[in-house]
């Protein structure tokens, strides 16, 4: 069984007992919804705590099933409706449907529709109005509970069962509610009516849901006005910090105010500079108040950092037991494992120290507010990307256009770091030297906008220029993936132009691998819209067949595979066979391997054709890498609330990337040799640059 909750569960320790049932201490009551599969005992369970007696269903494609009537009276069994690739309406996993498909239905998560957020006191907060039990013993018990009651009665759902129908219908539950939690639902998740409940939490995430925090100690006086807000708001009162030029120590809970200025975190011998994220070109009310924090106070040529970000009700713990900050940070002896937690609340931070072992001390770094400002990196950067490409960022004339794409031909033909086939062809395989800083993209999709933020933070193109970073970009830079604009091809043969001029520019330390929509191959299409046919034809009627012909060849040169001696990258999956060095080389011999390469897809328990933890492992192998390298894919979006899923699949050292997002994009960057993922604000740089004389 493929388990997408596997390591993810943390019991949830303060409950609260109704009548012989443990939930969550601050769980109210009226707020619980019970779902799980056939099988689970739902009803058995809201027997036992007197809920509401009827089955419910939802479904959850129809927008607004969150004002259903179903929903009215609780805590109730409800049965869910998922969407699935095929079938205009939601089916259940006991519907003839699902149960009779050929080849296991495609769950279409982009479908499932989320409930509206919202923090005016007047208005009602769908997304927290419920909280979501999804009850999922092991699928074996279930089987076994089912063949007996069968036995007993007629249960049309329990008709042909088998122990793989049931794993099945278990596993897509677990995959919704790890997909309901991500959207920023309220879900809990417990396998079976006497085990203890269990909230989701993701690698380093040491976010707790409010109702899944310990009871509060805090008794307030109503002769004050923050016992009055206590009462009404639930909020505890808090000590404002002010930061100051002089050094101050940390020494209680406190609350850091969002004034657009810097400050720096001090711990025995390290320092943390807390800067908040304004992005240039966005309008007030869309800008999202994260901080990130950082090991210097700015980028150089000669150094390229490694940061995080805090977004809005995000809590980060500072300390070694989060394994990602200490690979960002190499945090000292001097750091506790649980040094302190922040808290991101609307912007302002709350600071709450833990295991203090060494003092936590904050200074002003700065007077001046970074909201009035483009950094002069920032602004060189810019100036850097103009001169790269001759000006603004508009289509290249015809005859510039077609010199360009022969000069990166003719780089292609010669690329640096690949072995050459028999016919003196370069091969599929991009052996880069560790000596440079790695950074990989994943699918841009005409995202223009988030390949020139990548560029212009962290000095990024100061360091290409100076050869100390190499860019990878992992294919799929074309074909926007906006409703609305798949159709447009303006955009991607744009972004094709501009990544030719930094293959120009940039030709041993910048790479683009094979993806699946680098073709003209009429099976590419998103939506029934035939991209790839749709870009031929542009690209024919605006620069003729001969620089169709030359984008023929680009696509034929380029590389399929990117190792160093610690990561290893492509497209979209590895071969589901072990394979020789020459074969690896010469892959464009072999095209049904190829196709795998650039189109296949994690196995989940709707396309069980896809590749598993032994193939990464035989991948490696092939590669002759050690068994811990990084693999890095794009291709396989999880879901569409993030751009990183760090051991994906329950994969070790297994990551999946995407950077095409209109919230921003996200990259991977080598830092002593671990893959750290950085992500972005979205900036319309695109309009910014060409306005900019």
Request: glycine share 6%; net charge neutral; hydrophobic share 35%.
């Amino acid at each position: 069984m493929i388990d997408p909750l596997k390591k993810k569960l943390i019991p949830i320790e303060d409950l609260q007992e109704i009548r012989g049932v443990q939930l969550p201490a601050r769980l109210n009551f009226v707020q619980l919804i019970v779902t799980g599969p056939p099988g689970a005992g739902k009803t058995y369970y809201i027997n036992k705590v007197h809920g509401w007696p009827n089955e419910g269903y939802v479904d959850l494609t129809r927008k607004g099933w969150w004002k259903d009537q179903t929903l009215t009276y609780r805590p109730r069994e409800v049965h869910l409706g998922f969407p699935f690739k095929g079938f205009d309406e939601a089916l259940t996993v006991f519907d003839k449907e699902w149960l009779e498909a050929e080849e296991p239905l495609i769950l279409e998560y982009d479908r499932i529709q989320i409930p509206p957020t919202s923090t005016n006191i007047i208005q009602v907060n769908w997304l927290t109005r419920y909280i979501f039990e999804f009850l999922l013993p092991d699928p074996k018990k279930i089987f076994k509970r089912r063949k007996a009651r069968h036995s007993e009665g007629y249960f049309p759902v329990d008709e042909n069962l088998s122990l793989e129908m049931v794993t099945r219908q278990s596993e897509l539950y677990r995959e919704v509610a790890l997909y309901m939690d991500r959207a920023g639902m309220q879900v809990y998740v417990r396998e079976g009516i006497s085990k203890i409940p269990m909230r989701i939490a993701e690698e380093d995430n040491v976010n707790v849901p409010p109702w899944a925090e310990a009871r509060s100690t805090f008794s307030p006086d109503l002769s004050t006005l923050a016992g009055w807000k206590w009462l009404v708001f639930r909020e505890e009162p808090i000590h404002w910090f002010t930061v100051t030029d002089v050094l101050q120590e940390v020494t209680e809970q406190c609350r850091i105010a969002h004034d657009g200025k810097t400050f720096e975190m001090i711990i025995g011998d390290q320092h943390f500079v807390f800067r908040p994220e304004i992005p240039k070109g966005v309008k007030k009310k869309h800008i999202k108040k994260n901080w990130v924090i950082a090991r210097s106070k700015d980028c150089t040529r000669d150094s390229i950092y490694a940061f995080s970000r805090i977004k809005v009700d995000e809590t980060i713990l500072i300390g070694r037991d989060n394994e990602q900050y200490n690979e960002i940070f190499h945090f000292s002896k001097d750091i506790s494992k649980r040094h302190l937690t922040v808290t991101n609340r609307k912007g302002d931070l709350i600071l709450k120290p833990q295991e203090v072992t060494t003092p936590i001390q904050i200074i002003r770094s700065g007077d001046q507010d970074i909201r009035e400002r483009l950094s002069t990196n920032r602004f060189n950067a810019v100036t850097a990307i103009q001169d790269i490409y001759g000006g603004k960022l508009n289509l290249l004339p015809t005859v510039e256009a077609m010199n360009t794409i022969r000069e990166v031909n003719g780089i292609l033909g010669n690329e640096a770091y690949r072995e050459k086939i028999d016919s003196g062809v370069p091969g599929a395989l991009l052996q880069i030297p560790d000596e440079q800083t790695l950074v990989i993209i994943g699918d841009l999709h005409a995202n223009m906008d988030n390949l020139l933020k990548i560029l212009t933070e962290n000095c990024l193109i100061a360091h290409l220029a100076a050869g100390s970073a190499t860019l990878v970009v992992l294919g799929d830079a074309v074909h926007s993936e906006v409703p609305g604009e798949m159709e447009k091809m303006d955009s991607s043969i744009l972004m094709m132009d501009f990544i030719f001029k930094l293959k120009c520019e940039f030709p041993e330390n910048f790479f683009y691998i094979l993806g699946n929509h680098d073709s003209f191959d009429s099976e590419i299409s998103k939506n029934g819209v035939s991209q790839g046919v749709l870009m031929r034809k542009l690209l024919q009627e605006l620069r003729g067949s001969e620089y169709v012909t030359e984008m023929q060849s680009f696509y034929d040169l380029l590389p399929l595979i990117m190792t160093t001696r610690s990561c290893v990258a492509c497209h979209a999956a590895p071969p589901r066979k072990r394979l020789s060095h020459n074969y690896i080389v010469e892959l464009r011999e072999h095209p049904k391997t190829v196709q795998e390469i650039i189109t296949n897809r994690l196995k989940r328990s709707h396309y069980l054709a896809g590749y598993d933890k032994k193939d990464v492992k035989r991948f490696r192998t092939s590669l002759d890498l050690p068994k811990k390298t990084t693999f890095v894919v794009g291709h396989t979006p999880l879901d569409p609330f993030n751009s990183i899923w760090k051991n994906a699949g329950n994969i070790k050292g297994h990551h999946i990337i995407y950077s095409g997002h209109l919230d921003g994009p996200s990259l991977f960057m080598q830092v002593r040799g671990k893959m750290i993922p950085l992500t972005y604000p979205a900036e319309p740089l695109l309009k910014i640059i060409n306005e900019m004389s």
